[in-house]
Every structure is written in structure tokens, then in C-alpha cells.
């Protein structure tokens, strides 16, 4: 079975600051995809970034980029210049293909600070 | 990118009652969505797989009988909480897998259900 584990459930960033968080995740499939999700206040899920488990350079989208260490199974987002608007719940999710599922973490409560 | 959208946003019912909520994708077709129920401070919890044309696969501790799930079409599926209680207010939330090679999920706005 899948799992993702976050051991931070609440952060907390200042403003332009730079923020790591962390996931873990246990698998037995090899090819495999990582995610992290944002849900803020009004709880729709967005899309973060993701990264696909056979690409060995880490994914980056504008101020958002994940560390994947594969043997390590760790899959870290950064948060660089947090923004106010990046205040919100942020979900690991792992996926793999035959059962379409998406597997969570239990979430870290980010909070960005003026 | 994809569109799923989810109605009602939020429902309060009497305890006893049945409620339904359908979960539509817009500009894609589904054969299969995903049913999630979300207490506050907390994860997504898988309920179940609504399977078009076929009967929905249930999580382990998922009452089939209590949440009645339909995927009559490739855009709509429907979870109907039966003879609802207090205790099945939550957040309950679909989503439905990209087309394709994307592998990214696409999830509906969520609906608040209140039982009273």
C-alpha cells in the first residue's frame, strides 16, 4: 500500500521569506507521480506542482519547486517569496497509474505572515 | 484546464433524510470519478471510485448502503447520503483523473453538507 507522510501540520513563513515543506512517501511502484496540492480558505483543491518519478531533475514552477530524492523517497516543496496568498492547507499526494487514486499526506497548514 | 463542478456548494437537512450531490466534469468525459469526504483540519479521505456503467468500488469502512453512488453518464456522477445523520456532515469533495498522459486530477469545489 501507498503512503505519504507530512510531519509538519502547522508552519509558518514571513512575508518574502523562503519556506521548505516536507513529505515522505512509501511505495512499491516504479513509476509513479508526486504531487503537492493547495487548499486554501475556500477549500478547492489547485494544483501545485508535480513531478513524474522517472525524471530525475526536480520540477519548478515560477516560485514553486519540489527537492525529489527518489532512494530517499522524500519529495520536498519550497516556497520561494511567500506571498499572503500562499496561506493554505498543502497536500503531498503520491499517484500511480493502474488505480488512477491519489494518496494523501495529512496536510500542513501554511501560514504566511505580513 | 479541465472543469469539474459540484452542486449543491452547500446543503443543510433534517436527520432522516436523503441528500444528493452530483459531481459534473464540463469539458471533459470520466469514466471513473473519485468521492472524498474531509473533516476540518484534515485530509481527504478516499470514499469511493464511481465507475461509469458499473457499480462503484467502496473503501474499506464505507457504507454502501448509506452512500449510494450512480455514474449514469461520462460527465455525471452522483453520491446520495442516505437517511442522513448528524455525524455525516462534512466536506464532502469529486474529482475526476485528466485524460491522457497528464495523471492529474481534476477536483470539484466541494460540497458542505449539514445535518441537523
Known amino acids: 500500500a501507498q503512503t505519504v507522510t507530512q510531519s509538519q501540520p502547522e508552519m509558518s513563513v514571513q512575508e518574502a521569506e523562503t519556506v521548505t515543506l516536507s513529505c515522505t512517501y512509501d511505495?512499491?511502484?516504479?513509476?509513479?507521480?508526486l504531487f503537492w496540492y493547495k487548499q486554501p480558505p475556500s477549500r478547492q483543491m489547485i494544483l501545485v506542482i508535480r513531478?513524474?518519478?522517472?525524471?530525475?531533475q526536480n520540477a519548478t514552477e515560477n516560485r514553486f519547486s519540489v527537492n525529489f530524492q527518489k532512494a530517499a523517497k522524500s519529495f520536498s516543496l519550497k516556497i520561494s517569496d511567500s506571498q499572503l496568498g500562499d496561506t493554505a492547507m498543502y497536500f503531498c499526494?503520491?499517484?500511480?497509474?493502474?488505480?488512477?487514486?491519489?494518496?494523501f499526506g495529512s496536510g500542513t497548514q501554511l501560514t504566511v505572515l505580513p | 484546464g479541465a472543469v469539474v463542478s459540484q452542486h449543491p456548494s452547500r446543503v443543510i437537512c433534517k436527520s432522516g433524510t436523503s441528500v444528493k450531490i452530483e459531481c459534473r466534469s464540463l469539458?471533459?468525459?470520466?469514466?471513473?470519478m473519485f468521492w472524498y469526504r474531509q473533516f476540518p483540519k484534515q485530509s481527504l479521505m478516499l470514499m469511493a471510485t464511481?465507475?461509469?456503467?458499473?457499480?462503484?468500488?467502496?473503501e474499506q469502512g464505507v457504507e454502501k448502503d448509506k452512500f449510494l453512488i450512480n455514474h449514469a453518464s461520462l460527465t455525471l456522477s452522483t453520491l446520495t447520503v442516505t437517511s442522513a445523520h448528524p455525524e455525516d456532515s462534512s466536506f464532502y469533495i469529486c474529482?475526476?483523473?485528466?485524460?491522457?498522459?497528464?495523471?492529474?486530477?481534476?477536483f470539484g469545489p466541494g460540497t458542505r453538507l449539514t445535518v441537523t
Open positions: 474529482s475526476a483523473p485528466g485524460g491522457g498522459m497528464s495523471y492529474e486530477q481534476y
Open positions: 511505495t512499491s511502484e516504479s513509476n509513479y507521480y
Open positions: 513531478q513524474e518519478a522517472y525524471k530525475q
Open positions: 499526494a503520491h499517484y500511480y497509474g493502474s488505480a488512477r487514486q491519489l494518496t
Open positions: 469539458d471533459f468525459q470520466a469514466t471513473t
Open positions: 464511481s465507475n461509469e456503467g458499473s457499480k462503484a468500488t467502496y
